[in-house]
């Protein structure tokens, strides 16, 4: 499955990682065996639910996605592409309502086998959309909230369901509308986890997504106990009318809706019914639980074992794809300041050290060999529009912000500036976008003219009003800092005054939550989809969830365009207009794209045989049935 990030998660995240401050992930002693064919990685801790149906962390579900196979893959640009399934286009139809639904076919390759040697059939397609699509569901995936026809029938097991489904949602939405409920709630989620105070977590509790995040927890609750009473008495509803078997290797999925996502949703990875389906029963997951430490599935490794936080897995000779060329993995948890140590001294082959220019200079010395992958999200420096009501004024601070140097003294190569507000990973990113703002101080002069301000005795005033502004910081040393700094000496010349507010977290996040902030940076984390509503549509602006606080009726417009086709080449005409809007309305400059790196032992791993063009969507192990070691490559 392909996850949804939250976006207090990723806000949090995204700024954070913009502070030099890097957390020891993990512990135990670093192993390598003896077998030529063998590759160790370096990993965080593990969780031992190496199931892709119930897995919560990104560590489990590496191991859940090298046991397992999905119907599709990501390509490069975050498209999905052939894997277990030959890829096939949604097709649209008028449905039983008149309005268009959607049909997903998923048709199995030939020779697809689980590692016992048993066929993958529509069976186990269809059993394993049960697992996400069962009434007691606990995991991270959302489909359940697709409109898959037959669905909320089978949930609640009741042909005739709307009352007791109008019930569940209103109890639901009266929880996440309790301000108390709501804000134990995100204690519950964030604070151990990320380290976050009640204080930090109060500005969210009417944040629109958590919202709705918090109401889907609560339905799949009040669901479970409904459903746990309906079928003690047995099924009534066994199946979902809308996946259907076709043949023995295709399954059919009707969406009673045009959803862009919901081709991510339904993109699963396949488990064998005979395996986990022994002691299943609708309402009932305990069993299939019970094998989440003993994964068996039709990827290119066979799991072996998990032992002092290692992960051992063994090359599958039936993988579809071909046998893998490493006979053996090994996945050890190694603590994240090492990460880089741990491949110089041999004893692991692949790390991901933090992307900075001291690693890369190490890197570089100790002649070991080094990937530079984009980061799936981006830097930015927002302005506030309901702070900056002028567009004029707007485009004055824009053409104020010189991205270069900042970049530059920052990362170095690590970066590149972006043109448009969105990863140019993505499959929309606009690759003949051109510069919308160039450094200027006379632009910046001109556009505060056109707005009215003239320059008077020194300063630039407007109604007799000198113009002043605040520029905000979350870190005294983040990479925006000389970008501001210049801004500064740039507005106080031109006879402005400007400060630099440099908070901690906690104010900046209740500051910046409730829109008092008028210009800020910060960085996005970016997803395969580029959907743009929760970030720039008029109707967010109020929710705290855009928090340019832009409205503007023709990206509406575009924006809700965006969501209801599912053409990906209309989709990026649209999206491309979009963010033409975007910038604009000169409320987000696009600052910069940094980079992950992954280290690599040469002496080991032939590194000829890693993927060309990686990106975030496609690392290192997206062909791992191709990788070879160093030994391999000599004796052919």
């Given at each position: ?390 567009k004029n004024v707007r485009k004055a601070l824009m053409h104020l912000m ?20 969105m990863s140019k990973v993505s499959w929309a990113f606009p690759t003949s ?204």
């Amino acid at each position: 499955m392909f996850g949804k990030t939250k976006k207090i998660i990723a806000l949090f995240i995204c700024i954070l990682m913009l502070l030099p401050v890097i957390a020891s992930c993990g512990s135990g002693g670093v192993w390598r065996g003896q077998s030529e064919g063998t590759v160790v990685v370096a990993s965080t801790e593990f969780n031992e639910v190496f199931s892709p149906v119930f897995y919560q962390s990104a560590y489990d579900g590496a191991i859940a996605g090298l046991v397992h196979t999905s119907i599709y893959k990501l390509d490069r640009n975050g498209s999905l592409t052939d894997l277990a399934c030959k890829y096939q286009a949604p097709k649209e139809f008028k449905g039983d309502d008149g309005e268009t639904w959607v049909k997903y076919t998923y048709t199995l390759k030939n020779n697809v086998n689980f590692s016992d040697g048993t066929p993958v059939t529509a069976d186990d397609m269809i059993f394993t959309f049960k697992l996400f699509l069962d009434p007691t569901y606990d995991g991270l995936a959302t489909m359940f909230t697709l409109p898959i026809q037959g669905l909320k029938e089978y949930l609640y097991d009741d042909p005739d369901y709307e009352a007791v489904d109008k019930k569940i949602n209103d109890d639901a939405e009266a929880k996440v509308n309790d301000p108390v409920w709501m804000l134990q709630w995100l204690v519950d989620q964030y604070a151990e986890a990320y380290g976050m105070t009640e204080d930090e977590l109060r500005p969210y509790i009417d944040d629109e997504d958590e919202k709705e995040d918090a109401k889907n927890d609560v339905i799949k609750e009040l669901m479970a106990e409904y459903t746990e009473s309906k079928l003690s008495g047995g099924i009534s509803v066994p199946d979902i009318s809308g996946i259907k078997k076709i043949n023995d290797k295709t399954v059919e999925v009707t969406v009673m809706a045009v959803n862009p996502t919901a081709e991510l949703e339904l993109a699963i990875s396949i488990i064998p019914e005979h395996y986990y389906g022994k002691e299943y029963k609708k309402g009932d997951l305990t069993g299939v639980k019970k094998l989440n430490g003993k994964p068996l599935g039709a990827g290119p490794y066979i799991f072996d074992s998990f032992e002092n936080n290692v992960v051992s897995l063994t090359a599958n000779p039936d993988y579809f794809e071909g046998t893998p060329r490493i006979e053996r993995l090994v996945y050890q948890v190694t603590d994240t300041d090492n990460r880089f140590e741990v491949v110089e001294d041999g004893s692991v082959d692949i790390s991901d050290p933090p992307a900075n220019l001291e690693n890369v200079e190490r890197a570089q010395k100790a002649e070991l060999h080094y990937e530079l992958i984009d980061n799936n999200g981006y830097g930015y420096i927002g302005i506030n529009a309901d702070k900056v009501p002028d567009k004029n004024v707007r485009k004055a601070l824009m053409h104020l912000m010189n991205r270069g140097p900042a970049v530059e003294a920052a990362y170095g190569e690590l970066a590149d500036i972006i043109e448009r507000p969105m990863s140019k990973v993505s499959w929309a990113f606009p690759t003949s976008a051109t510069e919308y703002y160039g450094y200027s101080k006379d632009k910046a002069l001109e556009y505060f003219q056109a707005a009215g301000y003239t320059q008077e005795g020194g300063k630039l005033v407007k109604d007799g009003v000198q113009f002043s502004i605040e520029l905000w910081l979350s870190a005294p040393d983040h990479p925006v800092v000389p970008v501001f700094t210049q801004m500064k000496t740039d507005l106080e010349s031109l006879g402005a005054t400007c400060d630099i507010i440099s908070t901690d977290w906690s104010v900046y996040m209740d500051n910046y939550t409730q829109g008092v902030i008028p210009v800020w940076a910060a960085a996005w984390g970016g997803s395969a989809d580029p959907d743009m509503y929760q970030i720039y549509n008029s109707g967010q602006a109020d929710t705290g969830n855009n928090p340019y606080r832009i409205r503007n009726a023709e990206l509406d417009k575009l924006i809700d365009e965006g969501k209801s086709i599912i053409d990906k080449n209309k989709r990026k005409e649209i999206y491309a207009k979009a963010y033409d809007i975007v910038m604009d309305e000169a409320v987000e400059m696009p600052f910069y794209q940094r980079k992950n790196m992954y280290l690599i032992n040469q002496d080991n791993i032939d590194i000829n045989s890693l993927p060309e063009n990686m990106t975030p969507y496609y690392e290192w192990d997206a062909e791992i049935h191709n990788l070879k070691t160093t030994a391999m490559a000599e004796s052919e």
